[in-house]
């Protein structure tokens, strides 16, 4: 009696109906996982046997064909009119080309859905490793996919080679002519505020903003930062202990960068006079009609307050948002005496020269203006 239960048993797991279970777990599994609904996969299938068939038979009457698949099976069948035509042996074929379908729908449902996670992630850093080089674009790895950093989203001062792990801001997602591919940045000041976000908790929590970022990449950048937390001091908090939090940002940004962070006012004078910082015992004049500001700096702060090329009244000007106009003392601290001897020799090498101003104004060679 036991025996014969035994082959009772081996008779109902016949080989059939574990083909059957195969191809609709397959199926249904890819589906699921893929995020694929398995009626569109099917109907890509018979899309691609009527190609097969069309290609291997030499058809051109496609519109008078139909397909039908087994979606327990996975048995394929090509009617024309109603009547079954399919060749012997296009089984194999049929096989072969739900299996190429299966795994493109599959590359393109993967791709699709990393591209909306990575959607999500856009205006955030990410770890990557530099994988290889494109003509100027530098290829990354990412974790699940790879990106592109073009050659203005570089940082001027880096040179980048193989296997460079770094942080990478995700600046978008653009189509072009190879598809939709995901930008990343080493110039986006955006880097800057993510680095930030990482390394100092009071701004991860919301307790110190880091108002606006001002950023020539690989030169300076100029941070202004504000506390909404009573007690909390936004510039210390930011600059860290011996300045550790600040110089782990510049270390990550290639170590040359300098970073100035200043305290937001809401004071233009005030504001103004620190972002011209390292510069100080600055006079400044505000025309707010025209949001300009005229700066009159002493002549031994005069190169600290224009900076290298100009980059520091440059950023200054893109962090308070305001036109500014940076002049020298040295009319207005000469003494009488000396006016006038400046005034003769000037009449003598000039006759038709006008009389010498005693305003504030310098020379154009000490006059720096930035919008």
Same mark, same amino acid.
């Given at each position: ?9 081996? !008779? ?30 099917? /109907? ?7 190609? +097969?068939?069309?290609? /291997? ?11 039908? !698949? ?11 009119? =109603? ?39 856009? =205006? ?23 990106? !592109? ?74 941070? +202004? ?33 300098? !970073? ?22 600055? /006079? ?25 090329? =100009? ?16 002049? =020298? ?43």
């Amino acid at each position: 009696m036991l025996l014969r239960w035994e082959a009772n048993q081996h !008779v109902d797991t016949t080989m059939p109906a574990t083909i059957r279970s195969e191809f609709s777990l397959a199926l249904n599994q890819v589906a699921t996982e893929r995020g694929i609904d398995p009626q569109v996969v099917l /109907d890509t299938i018979k899309a691609a046997i009527l190609a +097969a068939y069309r290609k /291997d038979y030499g058809t051109t009457e496609l519109e008078t064909l139909t397909v039908e !698949v087994n979606a327990d099976t996975g048995e394929a069948k090509i009617f024309k009119d =109603g009547k079954d035509i399919t060749p012997p042996g296009f089984g194999r074929i049929a096989a072969q080309t739900a299996k190429q379908v299966i795994l493109q729908r599959i590359r393109e449902a993967e791709k699709q859905a990393v591209l909306a996670d990575f959607q999500t992630k856009v =205006g955030s850093i990410v770890s990557g490793m530099v994988l290889r080089f494109d003509g100027p674009n530098v290829i990354v790895d990412i974790g699940r996919t790879q990106a !592109v950093m073009p050659p203005q989203e570089q940082s001027q001062s880096e040179r980048y080679h193989l296997n460079q792990r770094l942080t990478f801001y995700i600046e978008g997602i653009r189509e072009t002519m190879r598809g939709n591919e995901i930008i990343v940045s080493r110039g986006h000041k955006g880097l800057v505020e993510g680095l930030f976000k990482r390394e100092v908790p009071e701004v991860s929590s919301g307790a110190v903003e880091l108002r606006v970022v001002a950023r020539e990449a690989g030169g300076r950048t100029k941070v +202004a930062v504000y506390s909404t937390q009573t007690g909390v001091d936004p510039v210390g908090s930011c600059v860290g202990q011996k300045g550790v939090r600040v110089q782990a940002v510049i270390a990550e940004m290639g170590g040359s960068e300098k !970073v100035d962070i200043i305290q937001w006012n809401d004071d233009p004078k005030q504001f103004i006079t620190s972002a011209l910082a390292p510069a100080k015992d600055l /006079d400044i004049a505000l025309d707010e009609k025209k949001k300009a500001a005229v700066v009159t700096a002493p002549e031994d702060q005069l190169s600290l307050a224009i900076g290298r090329d =100009g980059q520091n009244v440059r950023l200054a000007a893109k962090l308070t948002g305001w036109k500014i106009d940076i002049r =020298g003392k040295e009319a207005t601290q000469a003494s009488p005496a000396t006016q006038a001897t400046q005034a003769t020799a000037a009449e003598k090498k000039e006759p038709k020269t006008e009389t010498p101003s005693t305003s504030a104004e310098a020379p154009a060679d000490k006059q720096v203006k930035s919008e």
